[in-house]
Structures are given as C-alpha cells and as structure tokens.
C-alpha cells in the first residue's frame, strides 16, 4: 500500500463495512469479501497476541506496526468509522423514508454476494452441502428469532458487543441484527449517535465498554475462522454461502408488522414481522422501484468485485 490510490480504495472498503454494519441484515464480513480483502482482515486481527510485547521489545515501533500490518488496518479503520457515522445518521434516515427500496437493494447484493462466495468453493462434495444446509439453517433461525429483551448493564454491553463484533466477519450475518436479538440494538445505537453529538460522559462510558467487547470478540472469533480457513476452506466458504441465503428472509421488502415496541426515544416501532407477497403487503409496494433497486443492488456486487480486482492488481 504505497500509492493514494490503494489507501483511497481501502478506505472506501472499510467505509462501505461500516455502513454495512449499521443496517440490521446486513454484514460487514459480505463486504469484506467481495472486495477481496477478507482473508487479510482475518489474518491481521489474528496478529493481535501477548507475542507483540516481545516484537515490540525486539523490533521496536517498525517491527510492532509491520507485524500488526498496521498501514492497512488504520486505513480500514479510518474507513469503518466514516462508514459508521454515515450509516447511523444517513442509512437509519433512508430505512424510515424508503424502507422497501432500501432493503430490496440489500435482497439483491446479498444474493448475487452468495452467488459469489458460492464459486469459491472449490468442491461441492457431501461435507460442503451439508454446510451450506446448516448455514442457511441457522442464519433463517437468527432471522425468525423473537427479539429479547434488552439489559444495559455494561457486563451485558461488554458481552453484547463481543458477540456482535464476531459477525463483523461473518458474511450473511448482521452484527446490528444479532444486536436486536439481544434485545440491544435500540439501546446501542442511540448511546452511540449521542456520544457522537453531545459526547455525554455516560454515553462515552457506555461506547467505550462495548467497544471493549468487540475487541475481545475480534480477536477470538478471528483465530477460529483463520484456522478453519486453512484447514477447512471449502466446507467453511460453504457454510459463509448459507449463512448468507438464510439471511434474506430479514431483507425481503415486503413485510407486515406482527407487533410493535417503544424505542429508547419513545418511539413505537415494529417488532416482529412477517415476510408477504407484494399483494399482501400492507401499504404501497412501489413494485417497480423495488424491483429496480434490487436489479441494481444484484449488479452492484459484480462491479464492486470487478473494480476492487482492478484496483489490486
């Protein structure tokens, strides 16, 4: 990385993975792969270990920052943040305005994002299959899930953000979905968007508790799938392939409110729902405009590819 362009390009990545994380359903780990930095991103979390104190004994600050491959991950980092901000005051405004839009946008990138990872799989042998079937199981399972309720203790925050950080790096599965399973989503989110524009001490506390987590679920969730990527790539990218089809059901535009709740800001806002047809929606299903924007979602993963590829070489 030692040209503008490559750190513009990591940049935007890591940006595109911090929006990604913000909007329930939608994974990080997705983003990371078809823009081919995945395998990297594991292998420098994995960096992180009690060995650095005697690397940077030894090697100093250039020996510390070459082996926690610090140019690309700063550079990402950077990038995620700006991504993160974007998404929690613009992506969170376009969910309320153009919900079915948006998530049919979504349903389209995931698909053609399985369909990618999918041909990745060397071998589609009996071990791949089932994988894949347990993948898309348990990724359904997630998305059917009634949400729990939340608890602001912060051993919880800590705990809620170690687990939701793991699907940071999980394809097909949403760090802010798994958050709302938890029952943590309408607590989290808020704290964070006023930590960022009051930086209130409590908020700040509580951010940095769950940032906390998140680093101890990064750097042991990134150890098990760098192991099973060397060992088992075929059955794990299959089991990635699932984890993304078992996805869709919590993108599918069309889906009726079962029952509502009240947010932190008083708000009333669903809480379960149900997946429908168009014709059983209830409200204007924008049937074109969906479609389009799912057409385009499905095209946006192939020329995110191609110009990620591009950009690399």
């Not at 939608?26 to 792969?33: D, E, P, Q």
Request: aromatic share 12%; proline share 4%; net charge neutral.
């Amino acid at each position: 990385m030692n040209q503008p362009t490559s750190f513009i390009s990591l940049a935007l990545k890591g940006m595109a993975m911090g929006i990604a994380e913000v909007i329930p359903g939608v994974s990080g780990g997705t983003i990371a792969f078809i823009t081919g930095i995945y395998e990297k991103l594991l292998n420098t979390i994995k960096a992180f270990s009690p060995s650095l104190v005697k690397t940077f004994k030894q090697e100093g600050v250039s020996g510390f920052w070459l082996a926690i491959n610090g140019t690309f991950l700063v550079t990402l980092l950077i990038g995620m943040g700006v991504g993160v901000v974007v998404g929690v005051f613009g992506v969170t405004h376009l969910l309320e305005t153009y919900p079915e839009m948006l998530w049919a946008f979504f349903f389209g990138l995931i698909i053609s994002s399985a369909i990618f990872i999918g041909k990745q799989v060397l071998k589609w042998g009996l071990s791949e299959i089932i994988a894949l079937l347990v993948g898309t199981a348990f990724a359904y399972y997630i998305t059917v899930a009634s949400p729990a309720q939340g608890n602001e203790a912060l051993w919880f925050v800590f705990l809620s953000g170690a687990i939701a950080i793991s699907a940071l790096i999980l394809p097909g599965i949403s760090g802010s979905f798994i958050l709302l399973i938890m029952g943590m989503y309408s607590f989290i989110i808020p704290t964070v968007k006023n930590a960022l524009t009051t930086f209130d001490s409590e908020s700040l506390m509580i951010v940095g508790v769950f940032a906390a987590g998140c680093l101890l679920g990064l750097m042991t969730f990134s150890r098990v799938l760098s192991w099973t990527f060397k060992n088992y790539k075929s059955p794990t990218l299959a089991l990635l392939t699932g984890f993304m089809l078992g996805s869709l059901n919590k993108l599918w535009p069309w889906r009726n409110v079962i029952s509502t709740r009240v947010n932190s800001k008083g708000e009333t806002v669903p809480f379960i729902e149900e997946s429908v047809l168009p014709a059983a929606y209830q409200g204007d299903p924008q049937l074109v405009g969906v479609l389009i924007a799912m057409l385009i979602g499905f095209l946006s993963v192939f020329i995110v590819e191609r110009l990620g590829r591009k950009l690399n070489d």
